[in-house]
Nanobody
Framework: VQLQASGGGLVQAGDSLRLSCTISGRTWSGYNMGWFRQPPGKDREFVAS????????NYTDSVKGRFTVSRDNAKNTMYLQMVSLKPEDTAVYFC????????????????????WGQGTLVTVSS
């Protein structure tokens, strides 16, 4: 199983970006998926997650109303649409997949996920 995150880049405060995460090696439609990020010099933290049912979602408080997680099962891809970006959103963003299918509520901890992508860097300048 491999996850590939992409879409990062250098943007200005207030701009938007859309991150993508593609998964290969197995069908993924029945698995919870998540986004995490690691700001410079800090620990990795939860950002958003979406359930296998494509209904349940979770967001960390700091991104609510600005970030939207979605998935396209037909394309084996998960997205993170980010608008109104702030300098404090600067981080390496990682996508992750649960190791086992199903399960609710959708996890918000690193231990809820068994497969990880390599990360994509998002830099927001002020």
């Amino acid at each position: 199983v491999q996850l590939q995150a992409s879409g990062g880049g250098l943007v200005q405060a207030g701009d938007s970006l859309r991150l993508s995460c593609t998964i290969s090696g197995r069908t993924w439609s029945g698995y919870n998926m998540g986004w995490f990020r690691q700001p410079p010099g800090k620990d990795r933290e939860f950002v958003a997650s979406i359930g296998w049912n494509n209904i349940n979602t979770n967001y960390t408080d700091s991104v609510k109303g600005r970030f939207t997680v979605s998935r396209d099962n037909a394309k084996n891809t998960m997205y993170l649409q980010m608008v109104s970006l702030k300098p404090e959103d600067t981080a390496v963003y990682f996508c992750a997949s649960a190791k086992w299918p199903g399960g609710l509520p959708v996890g918000v901890r690193e231990s809820d996920y068994g497969y990880w992508g390599q990360g994509t860097l998002v830099t927001v300048s002020s």
